[in-house]
């Protein structure tokens, strides 16, 4: 029996971390609409609908579209999801986040919300 290191044991800890996150947030937006919403100032996000008045407009579970590779537009992105995820540019995703200017919504298929969850938050190096 080998002795795991306490860089492995963390490891592991991390990893069932995130796979329980994964399976709260499955259960939080269980029922809600998964869009992609494009704002006056604040740019384009993607993520569960979970409340909208007027322009006003609650996400959970949103990640911002910072940038996007093989999709000629949003309405492409929301059907067909992104064609090269390695080029994209789409940071951590937000628990929840309130958006006060939506001036578009878009319902996206299952294929594109798979896709865009599949694309590896993007970070800053620093």
Excluded: H
């Amino acid at each position: 029996m080998t002795k795991k290191t306490l860089e492995q044991e963390l490891q592991e800890i991390e990893t069932k971390r995130n796979e329980l996150l994964k399976q709260l947030e499955a259960k939080e937006s269980k029922g809600m609409e998964y869009v992609i919403v494009r704002t006056y100032s604040a740019g384009v996000f993607a993520g569960f609908l979970s409340r909208r008045d007027g322009k006003e407009v609650v996400m959970k579970q949103a990640r911002r579209l910072w940038y996007w590779d093989g999709a000629a537009s949003l309405s492409e992105l929301a059907v067909r999801g992104v064609g090269k995820p390695q080029n994209c540019k789409f940071p951590i995703a937000m628990p929840a986040v309130n958006l006060t200017e939506a001036i578009e919504i878009i319902p996206t298929t299952k294929k594109a919300q798979e896709s865009i969850e599949a694309v590896p938050e993007w970070k800053k190096n620093v």
